[in-house]
T-cell receptor, first 112, second 115 residues
Framework: LAKTTQPISMDSYEGQEVNITCSHNNIATNDYITWYQQFPSQGPRFIIQGYKTKVTNEVASLFIPADRKSSTLSLPRVSLSDTAVYYCLVGFSGGGADGLTFGKGTHLIIQP | GAVVSQHPSWVICKSGTSVKIECRSLDFQATTMFWYRQFPKQSLMLMATSNEGSKATYEQGVEKDKFLINHASLTLSTLTVTSAHPEDSSFYIC???????????FGPGTRLTVL
């Protein structure tokens, strides 16, 4: 079971780049790394997914070192609306509930 | 695309009554749907995995006779909280499998308050 560890909370300011790191020391060969964002009283929303190296989409980048024991979600130029809880999940389809285990997440607070 | 809806968005009921929550995939077919529960300021906890046409698989500690799950079609899964009690008050969220590995599309959630 590839558990994840993230900082409980972070804060930053509008316009800054924010990096949230997730540790997953027991990641398995087949596991992917997926990040979700959740606003209060809403369901989580998919942000980005990766297996190795770097992945970038229109909202974020995901950096994964060669040993894959950690990953960093990078949010460029954050705004107040990026205040949310961010979850890192590790697993793979067909792996049962392992890939569906949400850790405590990181509560990101963006200030003006 | 890939929208999941839930109904109702919130419900208040008396202790001892049953409440049904619907989860629908609006523009895609979902062979597998998942049900989560989230208490205030806590993370999501997976309750069960629902496969179309078969019995749901419940996580350890989740009472299958209390939380009845039915997945009768590829676009609808229902969760019925039977004989609800105040401790069942929570935010219930469903999700459906996406295309990417471990990608899930989540519904907006249902806030259940049991008086």
């Amino acid at each position: 079971l590839a558990k994840t560890t993230q900082p409980i909370s972070m804060d930053s300011y509008e316009g800054q780049e924010v990096n949230i790191t997730c540790s997953h020391n027991n990641i398995a060969t087949n596991d992917y790394i997926t990040w979700y964002q959740q606003f209060p009283s809403q369901g989580p929303r998919f942000i980005i997914q990766g297996y190795k190296t770097k992945v970038t989409n229109e909202v974020a980048s995901l950096f994964i070192p060669a040993d894959r024991k950690s990953s960093t979600l990078s949010l460029p130029r954050v705004s107040l609306s990026d205040t949310a809880v961010y979850y890192c999940l590790v697993g793979f389809s067909g792996g049962g509930a392992d890939g569906l285990t949400f850790g405590k997440g990181t509560h990101l607070i963006i200030q003006p | 695309g890939a929208v999941v809806s839930q109904h109702p968005s919130w419900v208040i009921c008396k202790s001892g009554t049953s409440v049904k929550i619907e989860c629908r995939s609006l523009d895609f077919q979902a062979t597998t749907m998942f049900w989560y529960r989230q208490f205030p300021k806590q993370s999501l906890m997976l309750m069960a995995t629902s496969n179309e046409g078969s019995k749901a698989t419940y996580e350890q500690g989740v009472e299958k006779d209390k939380f009845l799950i039915n997945h009768a079609s590829l676009t609808l899964s229902t969760l019925t909280v039977t004989s609800a009690h105040p401790e069942d008050s929570s935010f219930y969220i469903c999700s459906a499998d996406g295309v990417r590995v471990n990608e899930q599309f989540f519904g907006p959630g249902t806030r259940l308050t049991v008086l």
